[in-house]
């Protein structure tokens, strides 16, 4: 924690200092310093410039295994939603965080169902539009892409058919 208040403090989105902060926000890590950025550090997010490019480990630490911690996706999805991450601000935690709010409302394993109805409610409600698609056409990380992910031109149909049902339920209400 005290690395970063110390990168909160003096690093002025420092590349060099960004790349040590990010290396235990990877999945193989303890969550709580994930949780620490979203929750008491959370401008960082708008400091913690980094081209997914340049990162010094590969983007798949980031992103395998998927989070399932249900209090750190509501704050991943939070942060998209609200603007406090931002592609042009925080590359790898903007993908990072779509990676994994994505995969979780897709995931058709059968637990957290409305957590995650009303999580595909709010991006369809989003505002931005950018993110909004990001969110619900997002495919996988690839680097050579903009914002480092491939998204998809129309959505599977196992998707499409999720999406249908969650615009029917707004529709209703």
Request: proline share 5%; net charge neutral; charged share 20%.
């Given at each position: 924690?005290?690395?970063?208040?110390?990168?909160?403090?003096?690093?002025?989105?420092?590349?060099?200092?960004?790349?040590?902060?990010?290396?235990?926000?990877?999945?193989?890590?303890?969550?709580?310093?994930?949780?620490?950025?979203?929750?008491?550090?959370?401008?960082?997010?708008?400091?913690?410039?980094?081209?997914?490019?340049?990162?010094?480990?590969?983007?798949?630490?980031?992103?395998?295994?998927?989070?399932?911690?249900?209090?750190?996706?509501?704050?991943?999805?939070?942060?998209?939603?609200?603007?406090?991450?931002?592609?042009?601000?925080?590359?790898?935690?903007?993908?990072?965080?779509?990676?994994?709010?994505?995969?979780f409302c897709y995931t058709q394993d059968?637990?957290?169902?409305?957590?995650?109805?009303?999580?595909?409610?709010?991006?369809?409600?989003?505002?931005?539009?950018?993110?909004k698609q990001h969110l619900l056409f997002?495919?996988?990380?690839?680097?050579?892409?903009?914002?480092?992910?491939?998204?998809?031109?129309?959505?599977?149909?196992?998707?499409?058919?999720?999406?249908?049902?969650?615009?029917?339920?707004?529709?209703?209400?």
């Amino acid at each position: 924690m005290a690395l970063l208040q110390q990168y909160e403090a003096v690093s002025f989105g420092d590349s060099l200092f960004g790349c040590y902060i990010l290396l235990p926000l990877q999945q193989k890590h303890v969550i709580q310093l994930r949780r620490a950025v979203w929750v008491e550090y959370r401008g960082i997010l708008r400091t913690l410039y980094l081209p997914v490019k340049e990162l010094l480990v590969p983007i798949e630490g980031f992103l395998v295994p998927e989070e399932s911690d249900t209090e750190l996706l509501r704050l991943y999805l939070e942060g998209l939603l609200s603007g406090s991450v931002q592609p042009r601000w925080c590359p790898v935690l903007y993908l990072t965080s779509v990676h994994h709010v994505n995969r979780f409302c897709y995931t058709q394993d059968g637990k957290h169902i409305q957590l995650k109805h009303n999580m595909l409610r709010d991006t369809v409600s989003c505002q931005r539009p950018e993110v909004k698609q990001h969110l619900l056409f997002y495919k996988t990380a690839d680097i050579s892409r903009n914002y480092g992910m491939e998204l998809y031109d129309t959505l599977p149909p196992s998707r499409q058919k999720l999406m249908q049902d969650i615009e029917q339920s707004l529709n209703k209400a």
